[in-house]
């Protein structure tokens, strides 16, 4: 078998990426000092330690329970320590966080994942199912916005606008089930086959590629699909309420569900954003959508606190991790080179 891809050569951060990168490490506090002022800064002072310490543990617990997901997807042809899982999760989501788009994850998830014996193949499979997982619950979560929103009035702010949105939101998703339910049928409709070839097939193969991965995600045996989705909600649970506990501590009020839906409004605007991790999009979405609530500054301060947890953490915690992998797989592929032998 050949030796796997260096993890260095499958990932890596050019120039441009790096400048794009630092922007978005600036950018947050930039708009902290051009927003909020001293009054932001008061508040952030002020933050309760124990809140942020709260934070910073269900950051942690999150990084672990993906590491569990990814165990468990494995199965019992991988052996992983939940160490070894932790490891991987923490230099993906720092390829993810650090790239535009996060086109840099799937490419170092599968060169790690092919460290340890995993072809890409069955790599890539496991991140299609890690996708559909994350869809079917995301779908649940906007069914429950959608009846929430209709069945009353919540007190969200923009209520109206919310309303419209999360039905579109709806339909369109209703649709998109249904075009890839029919999707082999609709691939031979006569307006598609006659567009360029090369198009045709980029087009058939991503549509296929969705309609894939849903299958193979609820193809998976019941207990193991399960306990997958059940690490799924209780992860993003996790991760979402990190903004809620963020306006708790700057003294704002908030309801935890408005919280869970801001993150989800703004941070799916936030892909049109060139820098990674969406950075200046995601602020300003979820600013915007907690102005109406609380005072600029501590809204200000609040998104800051926010987005040093569940973004720069995860930058912190990868980029160590990723350099000491590829610093052993280096010294182990020239650990047993010949020296002075001709």
């Not at 069955?122 to 199912?129: N, V, Y």
């Not at 193969?205 to 609820?218: I, K, M, P």
């Amino acid at each position: 078998m050949s030796s796997p891809e260096p993890v260095c050569a499958r990932f890596r951060l050019r120039r441009y990426q790096l400048v794009l990168l630092l922007a978005a490490l600036v950018l947050p506090l930039a708009l902290t000092s051009l927003a909020g002022g001293e009054q932001a800064l008061a508040y952030l002072e002020a933050f309760p330690f124990t809140l942020l310490a709260l934070m910073l543990v269900t950051a942690a617990l999150c990084w672990n329970i993906n590491a569990l997901r990814l165990r468990l997807m494995l199965g019992k042809r991988v052996r992983l320590s939940q160490t070894s899982a932790l490891g991987i999760e923490l230099a993906a989501k720092f390829a993810l966080c650090a790239t535009p788009g996060g086109s840099g994850g799937p490419v170092a998830l599968l060169a790690l994942l092919n460290r340890r014996g995993v072809p890409p193949a069955k790599g890539a499979a496991l991140f299609l199912i890690d996708q559909g997982c994350d869809s079917l619950f995301f779908l649940v979560m906007l069914a429950v916005a959608v009846g929430v929103s209709l069945a009353g009035d919540p007190g969200w702010p923009y209520q109206g606008v919310i309303q419209a949105a999360l039905v579109g939101l709806g339909l369109a998703l209703t649709v998109a089930a249904l075009a890839i339910a029919c999707l082999p049928r609709l691939l031979r409709l006569p307006g598609l086959t006659r567009r360029a070839p090369a198009r045709r097939r980029w087009l058939a193969r991503r549509l296929l590629r969705c309609r894939h991965a849903l299958g193979v995600t609820l193809r998976l045996p019941r207990p193991m699909l399960g306990a997958i989705l059940a690490l799924t909600a209780l992860h993003w649970l996790l991760r979402y309420s990190l903004l809620y506990l963020a306006v708790l501590g700057v003294g704002g009020q908030i309801d935890w569900f408005w919280s869970f839906l801001v993150q989800m409004l703004a941070l799916a605007a936030s892909q049109l954003s060139i820098l990674p991790g969406g950075a200046g999009a995601a602020e300003l979405g979820v600013g915007t959508l907690l102005l109406p609530l609380m005072t600029q500054e501590r809204v200000v301060a609040a998104v800051l606190i926010w987005r040093l947890v569940s973004y720069h953490l995860y930058l912190l915690a990868g980029a160590p991790v990723l350099l000491w992998l590829v610093f052993t797989q280096w010294r182990n592929r020239h650990a047993f080179d010949p020296v002075g032998v001709e």
